[in-house]
């Protein structure tokens, strides 16, 4: 057993997980999901934006994409154990912090009353090791989301039209995770669901074309995060209680 305090081994009861494309979750988190899943936690994802513009097919048509890429995150989903996703209809590589999408993240908090939510870093920006910049779209996705969480989720006067009109009441998130590909401190034990975070990236065919590379890429990482606790494979978050 992992004697590393940053060891997670408590199940939340329920979990939403909110990112701007569909296979962003399935990457950073798809572990923890089917771990927390099989362990009789209600999880949801919702996806923020089309996620209909990330193909090197010059053929490739928005439109056609977007369905193709809502049914491969249903799929992966499905493998995980999730029981809905939500998709709302923001423009691939426009995804703004604005007050709408604010709202929109609010509104699903307040509907699933998630005690966890999981989302990416905003504060990660660019990695100069890795050679890669930081998507907008998940800036903007883990910023808006934090706004959502707090305060606007928790206050009935942030939104009233949601308390007022839809009859959704404020809600308190207790557990924020992050994922942060460079720094966590907090480790789940996805040694027995790893083979099923490698299924559902599969499903995402469209996006992910050189599955054996992405997987041998996974394994690496899961393996180097899961010798920090002493376990075979792990994810990696940073986790905010929020007092
Ligand atoms: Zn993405």
Not at 108 to 120: A, C, F, G, L, S
Not at 157 to 176: I, R
Not at 209 to 215: A, D, F, I, N, S
Request: hydrophobic share 40%; proline share 5%; net charge negative.
């Amino acid at each position: 057993m992992a004697q590393n305090p940053a060891y997670q081994t408590e199940v939340p009861k329920i979990v939403l997980g909110v990112a701007a494309h569909p296979d962003d979750l399935d990457f950073g988190a798809a572990g923890t999901i089917a771990y927390w899943a099989s362990r009789g936690a209600r999880v949801y994802y919702l996806i923020l934006t089309n996620g209909n513009k990330g193909s090197e097919d010059l053929s490739a048509k928005p439109e056609d994409l977007t369905e193709l890429r809502r049914n491969e995150q249903r799929a992966a989903a499905k493998i995980l154990g999730v029981a809905d996703v939500f998709f709302c209809d923001y423009e691939d590589g426009c995804l703004m912090v604005s007050m709408d999408v604010k709202r929109d993240i609010a509104r699903v908090i307040r509907k699933v009353r998630p005690d966890t939510v999981i989302t990416m870093d905003p504060g990660m920006l660019y990695d100069v090791e890795r050679g890669f910049i930081n998507h907008p779209d998940h800036r903007a996705a883990g910023q808006a989301t934090l706004d959502a969480l707090y305060p606007l989720a928790r206050d009935h006067m942030s939104f009233p039209e949601l308390f007022h009109n839809e009859g959704l009441a404020p809600h308190k998130v207790a557990t924020v995770l992050l994922t942060n590909f460079q720094q966590q401190n907090c480790y789940i034990d996805i040694s027995d669901t790893f083979d099923k975070k490698i299924q559902a990236l599969a499903a995402h065919a469209s996006q992910i074309p050189g599955l054996p590379t992405v997987e041998q890429m996974m394994r690496d990482f899961a393996g180097r995060l899961g010798q920090d606790v002493g376990v075979r494979y792990a994810e990696g978050f940073i986790r905010i209680d929020i007092h």
